[in-house]
Nanobody
Framework: VQLQASGGGLVQAGDSLRLSCQASEGPLDYVAAAWFRQAPGKEREFVAAINWRGSTRNYANSVKGRFTISRSIAKNAVYLSTNNLKPEDTAVYFC?????????????????WGQGTQVTVSS
């Protein structure tokens, strides 16, 4: 399976973006999926995760109430809807998957990564 992230861009504070993570060469069934982000000079940080059933979602406190993670088995994709974007949301956003059932919010729990998509929020 390969992951391809897209949907980033340059927006103003308060705007919205929908990031997509499209899987190819294999299904996304039965794996947890997550979004992480990395700003220049900072470590990669957890943003949101969803279990393979889509029944459990976890969010970083910094995005809770503004971002929503979802998935479509039919489209073999995972999405991150971002609303009320802030300049501090500026980062490269990565999607990743995990075979673990009890995954945490650590990059170490996710084994497959896509390339990132840049989100830049101007004030």
């Amino acid at each position: 399976v390969q992951l391809q992230a897209s949907g980033g861009g340059l927006v103003q504070a308060g705007d919205s973006l929908r990031l997509s993570c499209q899987a190819s060469e294999g299904p996304l069934d039965y794996v947890a999926a997550a979004w992480f982000r990395q700003a220049p000079g900072k470590e990669r940080e957890f943003v949101a995760a969803i279990n393979w059933r889509g029944s459990t979602r976890n969010y970083a406190n910094s995005v809770k109430g503004r971002f929503t993670i979802s998935r479509s088995i039919a489209k073999n994709a995972v999405y991150l809807s971002t609303n009320n974007l802030k300049p501090e949301d500026t980062a490269v956003y990565f999607c990743a998957t995990s075979l673990k059932q009890n995954y945490a919010d650590s990059p170490a729990d996710f084994s497959l990564w896509g390339q990132g998509t840049q989100v830049t929020v101007s004030s």
